[in-house]
């Protein structure tokens, strides 16, 4: 164990070591082995969270090039520091190392959990290879013993026209320029796009296409420490010390991913708050989902899968899920039909059937780039998928202002379809931002919308989001009752939406 | 397409051919892979051959997945109990595919197979004029040689492949299997990526085929791969006797519409009328090129020339993209040929290590002809009509039998095949891929033994 704090001390007292920029960016090959405080413990592995979500964020959104580096570049200096070469680099070098292996541990537990967090670490590595000059990457791949071969310069002038013909290319810059010689398994990327020349089963990489490998590297061999750590996972979270708080982390995340349920903000959902909920606290796409069921009784599979998935995410039971569609769907068909058309869909949502796997809701790059609705379907994004007319005949039922309204359909015009919904979301909790409620992945998931809206509505109703929601949903209800009692008395036997409330 | 003399295909031709004709032996030593599980060799894997997927259609189009063969006799003997239509490869999985639902769902994978491509005709049918569907004829054949010679090519000079396998799918399109160890060991990712690499053609079904946007200057494989097919595309393609794509005005229009520049195809299409009788579809050809490159060159000028005003006057230099350019011009001839020869891979089948595909040897059930082997160095002069059906093979056994009045007695099976024409693509199986292969693994083998050895001395 090297005791870090006099390793600092002892840096601050000599005149601080230059550190080259490749030098800050680390492989993770080796785990730290120093001390540091409980509370340093948590506070890096949030700070490095925040930095992993936030890219995933830009990624959803469809950020690209140059947006995508300031915004991520923001975020990392906020949270991490590591872009710098401040006098604090020691420090933050450790920071980022010691974040980065609580959350391999952290993220190890389950499949779900592992790919999410190589996907964010592999683009966050990428990002920071790619703001090293040419100088600074080959200095990179020698300094972490990456053995790709460099082509010789008799071989370089030999096949000189030949490695022109890749895309990007120059003459200009052809003799200063390195190439490696890797094989053609490991430059997948690059051969699938014809990006670089290829013989004999060896791509021939200029260092500037280089990092696409060294990522590949990072990333397999991130992959194989995960399902590794996996097998450690139990004993260390068995520490009362830390063991908590690794499983607090992946429990954060499963609020994000709604996986587990419990995205409801805090409270557990039950079937008679939906109506409330579809009400206010619903993106459009599941608003559209509650209706077109409360007025069918019935809805098509990818609209079942959606909304269902929506409602497990919200902490939606399985028993009250069970509960609620056979309120509805036996309105429309016999108890019985239910039981067997559609009741296994239901346990089979929530892992019960099958394969057993616990689905994950729905994000909003699933379902706008899912399959479009057909017709009798409600499924899909309305954003995305309804033709203008019908969108902007729903924006006016929705009673926004004309400005909200207008920056909708805008947004809407230009595919950003998320962005449209954001708006819908700030458009209908004003001030959210005052009363706290982070409105991060809104736009991204609907269960964060859903999330964030009732959080809202319950810090500024006060009183407990129960509550809240059953008077809002008395007042729903009433109306329901009535265009029930309107259309017919049958079949209304076993609704527990209006037994409960 | 059937013979003269009766059915190409039947159950009772099947069972003389997998009784009498079947290449039993060289299709074992080719899927062992140097791993009999009979061998008294330390070096070989005694369970390999059990952990590959073989699959049967039986009659009534009975499709029975995840067979596997114990050694040769048990190979022999089930294929001869099932007489199976059809035989697919597949995978060789981490555990017998017989036992797939007795394991944990994630111990069942795939773990290697054989780099392979299926290139069919119907995927010409936007350009291909003279039959479309499931119809050929010996015209069509010419884009297969042309894929067969493209591919072929790219596999082995760019990939490094030694080990490669061209057959005939029995009727309208060629399967290659690419076995080289490392080839079958390519995790999908990579096989996406070879067979991107190796694709021109995109759109699918419903979209229309088209080039993918091609970057100036062309990229190695692509230049190469234009030497080669630019010759075949005058041969097969432009003439009267290919697919007269520059044979009549109906025809040409279609080319010429795909110039980019305006006024280049009226001015090409009112002289090639004026001259239909007595010009060449060689020489409207070269005269569509040297036309569009001379226009391709005056635009290069003219931009050079905007951009050393636009330059000097502080305005911002127009980019060089899309319809006009002389970038789209350098390009045109490119995107022509590849058009209409460059090879259209089914890219689904080669993606995925878990696809099935139809076994050599084998026959079409439709047209009962053999999935025999294909010289690639010959690809053009390979006639698919020529190739036996179950029906010849069957008569040419009991025909040769009769005038050779039996010469040595106590013929067997392995005779039976010298009678027939299947034997010249047996003969070629074995000489041109399956003793290379071989001795490539035999040497593999010996260099594993060598190692392990100098490891034993060390210690």
Request: proline fraction near 4%.
């Amino acid at each position: 164990m090297l005791g870090l704090a006099s390793m600092r001390s002892g840096l601050e007292k000599d005149q601080p070591v230059k550190r080259k920029q490749h030098e800050i960016i680390s492989m993770y090959t080796t785990p730290p082995s120093e001390e540091l405080t409980l509370d340093e413990f948590e506070l890096f592995a949030l700070d490095r969270l925040t930095v992993l979500r936030k890219l995933e964020d830009l990624k959803a959104r469809g950020y690209k090039g140059r947006e995508f580096t300031e915004h991520l570049e923001k975020a990392v200096n906020t949270h991490m520091k590591i872009n710098s070469l401040s006098e604090n680099v020691e420090e933050a070098i450790r920071k980022d190392t010691v974040s980065h292996f609580i959350l391999r541990l952290a993220y190890c537990r389950t499949e779900d959990l592992r790919r999410w967090f190589l996907t964010q670490e592999s683009a966050l590595f990428r990002y920071r290879l790619e703001s090293l000059s040419s100088t600074g990457i080959i200095s990179f791949i020698q300094s972490n013993g990456l053995a790709f071969e460099v082509v010789s310069a008799d071989d370089k002038a030999a096949r000189r026209s030949r490695l022109l013909t890749a895309p990007g290319a120059t003459a200009a810059e052809f003799e200063r320029c390195t190439f490696y010689r890797i094989p053609f398994a490991q430059a997948t990327d690059l051969i699938g796009q014809r990006l670089v020349y290829l013989e004999g089963g060896y791509a021939y990489v200029p260092v500037q296409r280089v990092v696409a490998i060294v990522v590949a590297r990072f990333r397999a061999a991130l992959s194989r420490s995960l399902a590794e750590a996996s097998g450690a996972f139990p004993a260390v979270t068995g520490d009362p010390r830390f063991g908590p708080l690794l499983q607090n982390m992946s429990r954060q995340y499963v609020g994000r991913d709604f996986g587990g349920g419990g995205g409801g903000g805090g409270d557990a959902i039950r079937p008679e708050h939906l109506d409330a909920m579809a009400a206010r606290s619903m993106p459009l796409c599941m608003r559209g989902l509650h209706l077109a069921l409360r007025r069918d009784h019935k809805l098509k599979h990818m609209g079942r899968l959606q909304y269902g998935l929506f409602l497990k995410g919200a902490g939606l039971s399985m028993e009250d899920a069970a509960a609620f569609w056979q309120s509805e769907f036996t309105r429309v068909m016999s108890v019985d039909a239910f039981t067997k058309g559609y009741a296994y869909n239901v346990r089979h949502m929530y892992g019960k059937e099958g394969k057993r796997t616990n689905y994950t809701p729905y994000s909003c790059l699933k379902i706008i780039m899912g399959a479009a609705p057909g017709a009798g379907e409600h499924h899909g994004c309305p954003y995305r998928h309804f033709d203008e007319s019908h969108l902007s005949a729903l924006f006016g039922q929705l009673k926004l202002e004309r400005a909200d309204r207008d920056a909708m359909a805008a947004h809407v015009k230009g595919r950003n379809y998320q962005l449209a919904c954001q708006r819908h979301f700030e458009a209908t909790h004003r001030g959210y931002e005052d009363a706290g409620v982070s409105a991060d992945g809104v736009g991204n998931h609907p269960n964060a919308w859903t999330a964030a809206s009732m959080q809202y509505w319950k810090a500024k109703e006060g009183g407990a989001t129960a509550a809240a929601a059953a008077t809002a949903a008395a007042a729903a209800q009433q109306q329901q009752q009535q265009e029930r009692e309107q259309q017919s008395e049958g079949g209304d036997g076993g609704a527990p939406v209006a037994a409960q409330s | 397409m059937a013979a003269d003399d009766g059915p190409s295909f039947s159950e009772e031709l099947l069972r003389v051919y997998y009784q009498r004709l079947f290449p039993y032996d060289q299709m074992w030593r080719w899927l062992c892979y140097g791993n009999d599980p009979l061998s008294s060799s330390g070096q070989v894997d005694k369970t390999y051959i059990n952990r590959r997927e073989m699959s049967f259609t039986i009659a009534n189009d009975i499709y029975i997945r995840y067979q596997c063969f114990k050694d040769k006799a048990d190979m022999v003997a089930q294929i001869q109990k099932m007489q199976p239509h059809k035989m697919d490869i597949g995978a060789v999985f981490s555990v017998p595919p017989r036992d797939h639902a007795t394991v944990k769902a994630g111990a069942f994978k795939p773990v290697e197979r054989e780099l392979v491509f299926d290139i069919d005709l119907t995927d010409y049918d936007d350009v291909r004029t003279c039959c479309s569907g499931a119809k050929v004829c010996g015209r069509c054949w010419g884009y297969m040689a042309m894929a067969m010679k493209v591919m072929d090519a790219s596999l082995r000079d760019d990939f490094g492949f030694k080990h490669i396998l061209w057959v005939f799918s029995g009727r309208r399109g060629v399967h290659c299997w690419v076995c080289d160890d490392n080839a079958r060991r390519l995790p999908n990712d990579a096989r996406s990526a070879v067979a991107a690499y190796l694709s021109v053609v995109a759109g699918g079904e419903g979209k229309g085929k088209k080039v993918a946007s091609l970057t100036w200057p062309l990229h190695h494989a692509l230049q190469r791969a234009y030497d080669a097919l630019e010759p075949m595309f005058r041969e097969n393609i432009i003439g009267e006797d290919g697919q007269g794509l520059l044979a009549d005005p109906e025809n040409w229009r279609k080319l010429l519409r795909t110039i980019p520049y305006d006024g280049v195809a009226d001015d090409l299409d009112a002289s090639w009328q004026a001259a239909q009788f007595s010009q060449t579809p060689e020489q409207r050809w070269q005269e569509a090129v040297s036309a569009v490159m001379a226009r391709a060159d005056k635009e290069a000028q003219r931009q050079r020339n905007k951009k050393s005003k636009t330059a000097s006057s502080g305005g911002s230099g127009g980019g060089e993209e899309g319809k006009g350019t002389a970038t789209s011009g350098y390009l045109w001839k490119y995107e022509a040929v590849f058009t209409h020869a460059y090879p259209r891979l089914d890219v689904n089948v080669s993606t995925h290590m878990n696809h099935l595909l139809k076994s050599p040897f084998v026959a079409h059930p439709k047209t009962g002809r053999v999935c025999v082997p294909i010289n690639c160095a010959r690809a053009e002069e390979f006639d698919p009509f020529s190739v036996p059906t179950l029906g010849q093979l069957v008569a040419e056994i009991d025909a040769n039998a009769a005038s050779q009045s039996s010469p040595g007695s106590g013929d067997s099976g392995g005779a039976d095949i010298e009678r027939t024409s299947l034997h010249k693509y047996v003969q070629c199986f074995e000489a041109s891929f399956l003793r290379p292969l071989s001795a490539a693994i035999r040497k593999a083998q010996r260099d594993a033994a060598d190692r392990e050895a100098a490891v034993t001395v060390d210690f």
